[in-house]
């Protein structure tokens, strides 16, 4: 490769490097608001189904508090935690009504 | 002509063929159903299933222990861990829950502004109750357990009902359970709402739960014998015999439905309320499953 084609390919890298855009969060408040109320509203119906996990409730009070503090990603992705494990639970209640006779002696 | 009537024919023939058919199904579907629905209220013998279901438990733990005798089963984990149950008979030398007991029989002792007593409700505690809890109601349809007994005493008599867990409330349980010992449990279901009680029992016995995906029954048969962490696992044969229980993590005696909230605690499932419809359910389940047993409350655990 020719000094100037060197120069030019480093050149190229460089700019692009610069001129790319920088990693910013996208997610707005009222997103992560509807996100924690979803993940709350699914916490409440495993709590119905008696199925809640103790550790729902931490992570949406974690998501509140980080939101509070102005932490957009921290909150979002507790919130996004919390709704996969109310989620979850709901699986897990619905499942132990149809199999929970399976392990039974 | 002939084909008009010919056509009339065939379509006479599968109307009803179909209306046959429709009333054939009718009738199997009515017969079905009149068979579904009293075999689920007036064929079924409770008892004969339930009593089933106990034979099958208490095998299962007969034959995963065969050096521990079935009477054995009431002493919880030390009937299986030789090392755990030297400890514990030292231990029993000066009973850590005798305070409990001899508090529980002054509180038992003293009467009601009306006059009347625990005893008045409790007949044939100097022989012992303990054995008969928990026991199905018919006329309020609910599971009874000695703790609820013994606050509908308090308020069959115009007093305040203790707070569940509170110091007198498992004094007075622990007296009686101490008076009751050595009778053997012989709860018996005979009918359909105790059975759908007993039912409730044992779905959340087996169902999994929490964040970490456990059942009673993982811990408690599943892998019953072995070790979680430095403790070995008991098995959930005799769970309820020795209840009250003074736990050294508690520094006090407790119910099983402490027990029950602590277990559920522990797979990060949210707990209960104590005396709670669902633990009521499971106790009357469990101390099902444990006939035969005598009674040896209050215990000691670690």
Redesign the interface.
């Known amino acids: 490769m020719k000094p100037i084609q060197t120069l030019t390919f480093f050149a190229l890298v460089f700019l692009a490097l610069v001129l790319a855009p920088s990693k910013s969060y996208s997610e707005n408040s009222s997103d992560i608001i509807k996100t924690i109320s979803q993940a709350e509203n699914l916490r409440l119906e495993a709590?119905k189904l008696?199925?809640?996990?103790?550790?729902t409730?931490i992570l949406l009070a974690d998501a509140q508090k980080a939101l509070k503090a102005g932490n957009k990603e921290k909150a979002n992705q507790l919130a996004k935690r919390a709704f996969n494990?109310a989620e979850s639970a709901i699986k897990?209640a619905k499942?132990?009504q149809q199999h929970?006779?399976k392990?039974?002696? | 002509m002939r084909s008009k009537a010919k056509a009339l024919t065939i379509s006479l023939a599968i109307i009803s063929s179909i209306s046959l058919q429709s009333v054939l199904a009718n009738e199997t579907w009515k017969k079905q159903n009149s068979h579904s629905r009293v075999a689920k209220t007036d064929n079924l013998n409770y008892s004969q299933i339930v009593n089933e279901?106990v034979t099958?438990?208490q095998n299962?733990f007969v034959k995963k222990f065969p050096n521990v005798e079935f009477e054995e089963f009431n002493n919880g984990v030390y009937a299986i861990d030789s090392e755990s149950r030297e400890q514990w008979i030292e231990m029993e030398d000066f009973p850590p829950y005798e305070l409990a007991v001899d508090e529980g029989k002054i509180l038992f002792e003293q009467k009601f502004d009306n006059g009347k007593s625990y005893a008045d409700c409790f007949p044939d505690f100097k022989k012992g109750v303990r054995q008969n809890y928990p026991r199905f109601d018919q006329k309020t349809n609910q599971v009874v357990t000695l703790e609820l007994a013994i606050n509908q005493c308090r308020e069959a008599n115009n007093t305040a009902p203790l707070a569940y867990e509170s110091e007198e409330i498992t004094s007075i349980s622990g007296y009686l359970a101490f008076l009751s010992r050595g009778n053997k449990f012989n709860l018996q279901v005979n009918s359909i709402n105790a059975y759908n009680a007993y039912l409730a029992g044992?779905?959340f016995y087996?169902?999994?739960?929490?964040?970490l995906?456990f059942?009673c029954?993982?811990c408690h048969?599943?892998i019953t014998g072995t070790k979680l962490r430095a403790d070995t696992v008991s098995p959930g044969l005799g769970h309820p015999t020795g209840m009250p229980v003074y736990r050294s993590k508690w520094g006090e005696l407790g119910s099983i439905g402490r027990r029950y909230q602590e277990c559920n605690?522990n797979v990060?499932?949210?707990p209960?309320d104590l005396q709670s419809e669902?633990y009521r359910n499971l106790e009357y389940f469990q101390t099902i499953m444990s006939n035969g047993l005598e009674v040896n409350g209050p215990s000691s655990r670690k």
């Open positions: 709590s008696g199925f809640e996990w103790t550790t409730r494990e897990q499942f132990a929970w006779n392990s039974a002696l | 279901d099958r438990f299962f044992k779905r087996y169902s999994k739960r929490g964040q995906n059942a029954s993982d048969i599943k605690k990060r499932a949210v209960f669902v």
